[in-house]
């Protein structure tokens, strides 16, 4: 079963909200989740969407990261965490999962979008002014979720709902 989370009256665009938990991460424009590609379980294996389907792939738990306001994202199904490629700062860099190290390229930020609808920007300490994307605004099963230069679109929303009940 998916729950609302958050009352979105209580967002607000540019503040940050306190998390932790076990969430599934939907994408605005497609209404897909994000998912590690082929439920791999392997370090550098993509982050893609593909349609919900209450799998443990599909979970990811936040917890806070060392810098103030800012997660880690770890898949529940391998425990692996969100990573931008090689801490690129380029437009269209790939998330994926690797082991934890700690690096900026982990940590990230969850920011209401602003419109009140319960959607969030998801950003990375390692590069400011990104956000977790969607290429090309993709509604195919198994598009690349990347990094790019926040633009406000749909693509780069992000509706969290907790894993309720969590995937084992």
């Not at 979105?8 to 540019?14: A, E, V």
């Not at 997660?71 to 860099?93: E, K, Q």
């Not at 982990?106 to 419109?115: E, I």
């Amino acid at each position: 079963m998916i729950t609302k989370f958050f009352s979105p009256t209580t967002l607000t665009q540019g503040s940050q909200v306190p998390l932790s938990g076990n969430y599934v991460l939907t994408a605005r424009h497609s209404g897909q989740t994000m998912t590690v590609s082929g439920n791999s379980t392997s370090a550098g294996a993509p982050i893609v969407q593909t349609p919900w389907a209450a799998a443990a792939d599909e979970q990811w738990a936040l917890a806070p990261a060392s810098s103030a306001g800012y997660y880690t994202v770890g898949s529940r199904s391998s425990g692996l965490l969100f990573d931008i490629t090689g801490g690129s700062h380029a437009n269209g860099a790939v998330l994926e999962q690797w082991a934890a190290h700690g690096g900026p390229n982990q940590q990230f930020s969850f920011v209401p979008y602003g419109d009140g609808r319960g959607y969030f920007n998801i950003g990375n300490l390692n590069t400011s002014g990104m956000c977790v994307d969607v290429l090309g605004v993709s509604q195919a099963v198994g598009a690349s979720i990347a990094q790019w230069t926040c633009n406000g679109g749909a693509n780069q929303q992000w509706y969290m709902t907790p894993a309720s009940p969590a995937v084992p």
